[in-house]
């Protein structure tokens, strides 16, 4: 595994990130000039379990629902970095009250994917996905995905961002905001996911 820490260089991989990392820049040059203070936050990707309406994690759940999960990468190597909405907003509460220097921190509490793949199977109530699929054959998949997906003005459910989560080995460091200033993810995210699972299960989608 490779840790990723507010030391590493930053290198976005697509125009998202590197829209965020110019604005990150701009405000650390502008807060610099102006002799104000600066506290960023970088979260991971976020999860937000009351957004329903957008069924999140719901392709990834069905997929272990219906059978037709598989990893490609060996699963106890691959880490998911997630951080739960209510983990961003304490974290944007406690650095309004607290009196610090200019800081960057990233926010994440990763799972692995084998730990988060069990703990819905057993919610589901259905067989643990163990299969393996080639990187190389997944690769060619979520290359066809993005192309199908550009033809039709549509995400396709398997592409390369999915690829690429599914075969991440790299893990976002978010213990330097714990050290520093005492800050505790409260939310388990396997615990989380249960929650999103029970209530697809409730609601007949999957």
Partial sequence: KKKINESSRCNPINLYGRTKYATERLIISNCINNGTK???IRPSTILDTELINQKPLLS???SISKGYFHYFKRPEKVYINYVTINDVINCMVLLININIGNRIYILNNPIKLNVLVDTVAKTLRVNTPKKIIPYNIGYALGYLGDLMGHLVNREMPFNSNYLFELANEKIYDGGLIT????FNYNDNIAEKTKILVNHYIKKGVL
Avoid: L, T
């Fill in 38 to 40: 600066y506290q960023i």
């Fill in 60 to 62: 990834f759940i069905k």
């Fill in 179 to 182: 050290k520093e200033i005492q």
